[in-house]
């Protein structure tokens, strides 16, 4: 009852869960109810809440265990939207076509493409799940480090700017950020799959409305502006009121945007495929 109060009273959209909440030691071997216990799960089904989770375990979608909960809970729960974060953490891509074949026909199963660098790993969403169930993340500020994931073996890496591999082999590397890397991974994935300009749209655009996520643009030197802000302020934090279609500052300033008039219905009443059916 605590979550669900803060969560209304904050004006939010759900909740994201993260395997650090557990008490298991190594966090990172936690069952998924280990930190999102099942009453929570029910209060997000009232409540038609959208959560993001973070899986672990070693095999991440691959896991039976995993597998297996999600199942139960996407089934039990169908009023609430599950979002599976870094494309079902499929930073080792086998672990996604290995497993996502078991959680085919759940609609209110989603994923987020953050960070993840291997196009493997959306492709077999988009081959197996649907291109409609995927959308694009960026997991800022992660996305404006230099490096990328990287599979290797069973698991994965994460090679950062200071990972001692940038000076092998005939010439020095510079490497890039990792929403770079991220975004190219996406690229060559829908390029693989075949996917239309349509296609692509929903993937960045469109299939975040189904979860009830407001998507704002902004001019660029706005958007310059108030990175240098988040930069310069801790805890900085701006108020988005989507009814007069405006984005507000703590300084007051006024930044205006549009948005499609029935996607903005939808988002102030409510409502999804569904709901907008009834």
Partial sequence: EWVRENVRRLGLHGLKCYHTMSDVDPTWEAAIEDYLPEPLIKVADEEGWVITLHLVKSRAVAEPANIECIKHYCQTYPN????????ARGFQPSHNLEGLPHLTGLDNLYFDTSVNCEPIAHQAIIRLIGHDKLMYGTDMPVSHFRGRSLSAADSF???????????????????????????????????????????????????????????ITLAEEEVDRL?????????????????????ITPGGE????????????????????????L
């Avoid at 990175?227 to 984005?247: I, M, S, T």
């Avoid at 549009?258 to 495929?273: I, P, Q, S, T, Y």
């Fill in 254 to 277: 006024i930044l205006e945007f549009e948005v499609d008039a029935f996607r903005k219905h939808c988002l102030l009443n409510g409502l999804d495929d569904i709901g907008i059916t």
């Fill in 227 to 247: 990175f240098a802000e988040v930069d310069a302020n801790e805890g900085y934090q701006l108020d988005v009121d989507l009814e007069h279609q405006r984005v």
């Fill in 80 to 87: 609430m939207r599950l979002i599976l974060a870094h494309s």
């Fill in 157 to 215: 890496i994460w090679l950062s700017e200071e990972s001692p591999v940038w000076g092998e082999k005939h010439m020095k590397i510079d490497p890039v950020i990792v929403g770079l890397e991220h975004i190219r991974s996406l690229k060559w994935a829908c390029w693989s799959e075949g996917l239309s300009d349509g296609q692509v749209e929903d993937i960045f655009y469109n299939n975040a409305f189904k979860n009830g996520i407001l998507l």
